[in-house]
């Protein structure tokens, strides 16, 4: 993984195999040990945090939004609502590692290498769905519509209760979905939403602060800057600078 914060339009998918390491996923710290998979998904921003020293070994598998089923596709979105590490049950591990080994050893055979590939995606998928998180599947999923929402509303509408009005839901009803996927409410996980766009716009391109608060709907730049700090502790030109 890159030192640098930065992203990519494929997914990644992470196994340690040995030890321990940490990654920012879009400016969240996870901490993966011996076993741990991992997935980030298509512009998300991630990076080894600095000064981070990793003595761990394992493998990462790229692979794009194409292969995937439409099952597929909602699993992974629903996991990236709130995307901390997993680790396979039984054989899963082992499993994974012989299969990334064979895919090294293939590599210049695409046909092989995409079908070992395939059954590395299908095993660590599997491994996603297990009944502690089908238990709180309803509520990942709505938090997930109201993800969907809030890529088509946002910048225009940021209360709650116009979201759970959109979902036909209680705006009580939200919060405790939210909450259950995420730990925040609703109010808090669509500010946070926010503030990691605003980061992702700092971090990857070269818009101004001032373009990337109108972006997001905010024509005071003086409280878009004021809600950046409270957020991350630092004005956006700050964290900007901090960047290098």
Request: proline share 4%; with cysteine; charged share 25%.
């Amino acid at each position: 993984m890159k030192p640098y914060a930065h992203r990519d339009d494929y997914y990644i998918m992470v196994l340690l195999t040995e030890g321990e390491a940490s990654v920012e996923i879009d400016f969240e710290r996870s901490v993966l040990k011996t076993g741990d998979m991992l997935i980030i998904s298509p512009w998300q921003v991630h990076n080894k945090p600095n000064g981070e020293i990793w003595d761990a070994d394992g493998w990462m598998l790229a692979f794009s939004p194409e292969i995937l089923t439409e099952t597929e596709a909602r699993t992974i979105e629903e996991y990236s609502v709130s995307p901390t590490p997993f680790r396979p049950d039984g054989e899963g591990v082992k499993e994974i590692d012989a299969l990334c080994a064979m895919t090294e050893r293939n590599i210049r055979n695409r046909a092989i290498a995409i079908a070992l590939a395939s059954a590395v995606k299908s095993i660590a998928l599997a491994s996603l769905d297990v009944p502690e998180r089908r238990a709180a599947g309803r509520y990942r999923a709505i938090t997930l519509r109201l993800r969907k929402l809030l890529k088509v509303h946002l910048k225009e509408e940021k209360r709650p209760a116009a979201y759970a009005e959109m979902l036909n839901i209680s705006e009580v009803y939200l919060n405790e979905a939210v909450k259950g996927a995420t730990g925040l409410s609703a109010g808090a996980y669509i500010r946070s939403l926010m503030m990691t766009q605003a980061r992702r716009q700092l971090t990857c391109t070269s818009l101004s602060s001032k373009e990337i608060a109108y972006e997001l709907g905010y024509d005071d730049y003086v409280y878009f800057s004021k809600l950046f700090k409270k957020h991350t502790g630092k004005s956006p030109s700050e964290y900007r600078k901090n960047l290098n």
